[in-house]
């Protein structure tokens, strides 16, 4: 009997247009044995829930909760994660584009293996559907991970669209705790502690970038940007965006999240030693000679640029206010 998936998509205000894409796509998968879960997070949008009402009423396949009150991202993926029941489950966002093949060939990968999560490469798209990007995983260095590493501890893994991952992976993220800062980064790490992750490296989806990405795949020039139109070119403001957006957002707070999962003793003193690595990087204000502990955390496979502009940030944060300035 073909093992049943269950997709979790998350609405709100969302651009019809791009969800009708993502709706079509998931429905016209070769592999036809899945559940599609979408929660709308209060939107107060006739137009969009009466298109999600339209696509339930079309499709058995399809199971739709309207929430009264606004979970928020993070408080709605929990709950759509409750309404799961298969035995493999997948995150979808509102606005991409998925291959008639992606559930086929995540399923086999991670049946094959006896792993409890896959995580699969992508094109990145524009508003438009214009390919800004033919290798997600080469253009935002993502790191390739067979099985088992600490990159899983130390960073998050691919992006939560593009993973398959078991029930004992659900289990395990339930409930929610407050640390929770990114589904994806909690069940990589999850899934590393127990039977490990893989990757497919052919591209699986389209991954849309535009400027209502809640997360997206921004390179550092357009969250630069960003931040400058807002907090300005000083020293000051470079060092806020240092600590609050690369350091805490990027990288503690997820420290902190893995801290209050991990069910090893090993895992625990090495986040530990992590968190205390990233704290000290924050009090440096010009350099931290401690470069060997970077490569301890976040060296590996697939990093060699990505690495570059964080030992730059991290150690040399004098030097990276120049591409601050001029970025």
Not at 12 to 26: A, C, G, R, V
Not at 69 to 96: P, Q, R, V
Not at 186 to 196: M, P
Request: aromatic share 14%.
């Amino acid at each position: 009997m073909e093992e049943k998936i269950d997709i979790i998509l998350a609405t709100y205000k969302t651009n019809l247009e791009y969800l009708k894409q993502q709706l079509d796509s998931i429905l016209n998968q070769s592999y036809k044995n899945f559940k599609l879960i979408i929660s709308d997070d209060n939107s107060e949008n006739e137009e969009l829930i009466d298109m999600l009402k339209s696509y339930e009423k079309s499709d058995n396949r399809i199971e739709l909760y309207l929430n009264t009150e606004n979970k928020g991202y993070i408080k709605n993926f929990e709950f759509l994660l409750t309404k799961t029941t298969a035995n493999y489950i997948m995150f979808s966002d509102h606005d991409d584009f998925w291959y008639p093949d992606k559930l086929e060939e995540s399923l086999k990968k991670i049946k094959e293996n006896n792993v409890d999560l896959v995580y699969v490469n992508a094109k990145q798209i524009d508003g438009n559907g214009k390919v800004l990007e033919n290798d997600y995983f080469k253009y935002k260095n993502v790191p390739l991970i067979n099985k088992h590493s600490k990159l899983a501890i130390s960073r998050c893994i691919g992006i939560g669209c593009s993973y398959i991952f078991t029930k004992d992976v659900k289990k395990k993220m339930l409930p929610y705790s407050q640390t929770v800062i990114a589904h994806d980064w909690l069940a990589s790490f999850i899934a590393d502690e127990g039977k490990g992750l893989l990757y497919i490296d052919k591209p699986l989806f389209d991954y849309r970038l535009h400027e209502t990405n809640v997360f997206g795949g921004r390179n550092l020039n357009q969250n630069l940007k960003r931040w400058k139109e807002k907090e300005g070119k000083s020293y000051k403001s470079f060092l806020k965006y240092r600590k609050e957006k690369v350091i805490d957002k990027a990288y503690l707070d997820g420290a902190k999240m893995c801290l209050d999962y991990t069910d090893s003793d090993i895992n625990r003193k090495f986040l530990n030693e992590l968190i205390s690595y990233y704290e000290n990087l924050e009090k440096s204000k010009y350099i931290n000679f401690h470069i060997f502990k970077y490569f301890k955390f976040l060296s590996g496979k697939n990093l060699a640029k990505k690495m570059l502009k964080e030992i730059m940030i991290f150690h040399l944060p004098i030097l990276s206010y120049i591409v601050f300035c001029i970025g």
